[in-house]
């Protein structure tokens, strides 16, 4: 998908920055070229303000969208994600593990998750980025309680792990 993304604004940075930033908090087209973000409408103006470009720019993004059949398909059904729990999870008595890994390889989240279910600890949340997007991609979860150092142990030495980070 980004790529096809990139094709299209490669020569329009700004547009191509609205254009992420969409995509990062589920803004999508509806009906005559609104900005939506759920059922919540969002401005030209404030979503430029947000990627630093003139509302104008907002507008033109929106109409090249538009234009294109694949965009369209793409941006008319674009949903947020949620709610994170990584920011609140200490005051919930949640912990949060964060993991870089290679996201182009299968099994890391199966991994860490069999870790974590022989020591009985729960994930209450998986966040994991999209390597198109996010130069550095992690893998963040959000867990019941705390974490058992054993675990830890284990979850760092998978040959899929690059590095863990407990918070």
Not at 44 to 53: F, I
Not at 94 to 110: E, F, M, T
């Amino acid at each position: 998908m980004w790529r096809q993304i990139q094709a299209n604004f490669n020569r329009q940075k700004a547009r191509l920055s609205v254009v992420r930033k969409m995509i990062e908090l589920g803004v999508k087209v509806e009906g005559k070229h609104r900005l939506k973000v759920g059922d919540v409408s969002v401005s030209d103006s404030a979503l430029a303000e947000a990627v630093g470009v003139d509302r104008r720019v907002v507008r033109n993004t929106v109409n090249q969208i538009m234009s294109d059949p694949d965009l369209k398909t793409i941006f008319t059904r674009v949903k947020p994600i949620g709610t994170s729990l990584v920011d609140i999870a200490e005051n919930l008595g949640y912990s949060v593990l964060v993991v870089y890994a290679d996201p182009h390889k299968p099994g890391v989240i199966s991994g860490i998750s069999s870790i974590l279910t022989e020591y009985g600890v729960v994930i209450r949340q998986a966040l994991a980025d999209d390597p198109d997007f996010i130069p550095e991609p992690k893998l963040t979860l959000v867990v019941d309680g705390r974490v058992p150092p054993e675990a830890i142990g284990k979850i760092q030495s998978l040959a899929l792990v690059d590095s863990l980070t407990l918070k």
